[in-house]
């Protein structure tokens, strides 16, 4: 056996020191929230806990689950969700694909106006302008629609169709009488499930999260995502912890900010749990296709 070099040790100790660490960081704010959603919010406020449950009640999770303004929340985070992921898959890949064929009139001028958007924005403003002439205020549209591409995700896809797809396999399609659409769907899709599933990804986890466009163009809150039903629950405990201040009936008051302390973990545990469901099936295709254009062969 060839024996480790001192130096070598020492690194490999600090490097797994360094690996621990940062996974403690990030696995305590996780297993927090599970404690307290399950947790007496009393427990939790005067921070007697920090890591273990105590108190254990479940009363946050059957108000969640019997709460029809949080389900239906759930439902339209979902929707626009599925629906903000397919609009993004259809308009990102096409379009990588084009650009990723040298024979493309004009490519280098339209990767130039794409990369311009990048710096430049048109601000919140005429966004709201747009959508409202589009006639999309108040409607599913406004969340799925103005985002429909990102031009970082069609330059990685472009990237991946450049080096992992050989020409020499397009070309052959071409001879055998293929067109250019059935190249794409019958050949080079299928070839791209790493980079499909690292879009639906970054795309789905996007609009899982997306809580602005919903706060700016909708006002019906039969339409309000699930992430703003949230950001309601936070604003009505700080209201309450106000109120409660100033002195205002501090008993039912009290009782409004236990409600919501009891509601608020319980809500991230749910609405988290899809995309940690999810990830771990991705996580292969995840991993190949951050390391787009590292490895040539």
Not at 9 to 28: E, S
Not at 77 to 95: D, E, H, K, M, W
Not at 268 to 295: D, H, N
């Amino acid at each position: 056996m060839i024996k480790e070099a001192r130096s070598d040790r020492i690194f490999d100790i600090a490097n797994k020191a360094l690996v621990w660490f940062f996974i403690l960081i990030i696995t305590y704010p996780l297993i927090y929230i599970l404690s307290a959603s399950i947790s007496d919010p009393s427990y939790v406020n005067s921070g007697r806990m920090w890591l273990i449950p105590k108190g254990i009640t479940f009363e946050g999770f059957v108000r969640v689950f019997n709460s029809t303004e949080i389900w239906n929340g759930y439902r339209n985070t979902i929707f626009y969700t599925l629906l903000g992921t397919l609009i993004n898959l259809a308009v990102t890949l096409p379009c990588a694909y084009a650009l990723a064929r040298q024979e493309l009139v004009g490519r280098v001028a339209i990767m130039g106006l794409l990369i311009f958007t990048m710096f430049f924005d048109g601000g919140l403003i005429p966004t709201y302008l747009l959508v409202r002439d589009l006639g999309m205020i108040n409607t599913i549209w406004a969340m799925v629609i103005p985002g429909a591409a990102s031009v970082w995700n069609i330059i990685v896809t472009m990237t991946f169709f450049r080096v992992t797809i050989p020409r020499a396999l397009e070309e052959a399609a071409e001879i055998d009488g293929a067109s250019v659409f059935r190249t794409f769907f019958q050949i080079v899709l299928p070839l791209s499930a790493p980079i499909v599933a690292v879009m639906a990804l970054f795309y789905g986890v996007g609009h899982w999260n997306q809580y602005f466009a919903g706060l700016i163009f909708l006002s019906d809150r039969e339409l309000f995502p699930l992430q703003l039903i949230l950001r309601d629950i936070l604003i009505q405990q700080e209201m309450t912890a106000e109120l409660m201040i100033q002195g205002a009936n501090p008993e039912a008051i009290g009782e409004q900010a236990r409600i919501a302390n009891v509601i608020k973990y319980a809500v991230m545990i749910v609405s988290a749990a899809p995309l940690l469901i999810v990830y771990p099936f991705l996580q292969r295709f995840f991993i190949k296709g951050v390391m787009i254009g590292s490895i040539k062969e």
